[in-house]
C-alpha cells in the first residue's frame, strides 16, 4: 500500500512532466509561428507583383527571427525554472 508521501511525490512529478510538456508545446508555438512570418516575408519579397511591399517583406522577416529568439529564451528560462524545483 502507498502512503501518503509517495503518492504526492508522484503526483507532483508528473506535474512537472505536463508542465515540460506544456513548456515544448508553448516552444513550438513560437517555432511555427517563425516559420509563417519568414515564409509570408520572403514570398512578398519574391513575388514581382508586390514589389512596392518589399518592405513589409523584410519587416516580416526581421520580427520572424526576433519572435524566434524570444521563443527560444523564453523555452529556456521556463525550462530551467521548471528543473529547479
Known amino acids: 500500500m502507498m502512503s501518503e508521501k509517495q503518492k504526492l511525490d508522484s503526483n507532483d ?10 513548456n515544448v508545446r508553448t516552444f513550438l ?11 509570408s516575408g520572403f514570398v512578398v519579397i519574391k513575388i514581382e507583383f508586390l514589389e512596392n511591399m518589399f518592405v513589409l517583406g523584410i519587416i516580416l522577416m526581421v520580427v520572424a527571427f526576433l519572435l524566434l529568439i524570444f521563443g527560444i529564451y ?10 529547479s524545483y
Do not use: D, G, M, Q
Not at 523564453?74 to 528543473?83: L, P, Q
Open 13 to 22: 512529478k508528473l506535474a512537472t512532466e505536463r508542465t515540460k510538456l506544456a
Open 74 to 83: 523564453y523555452y529556456v528560462k521556463t525550462n530551467r525554472r521548471i528543473n
Open 29 to 39: 508555438a513560437f517555432f511555427r509561428s517563425f516559420v509563417v512570418l519568414l515564409s
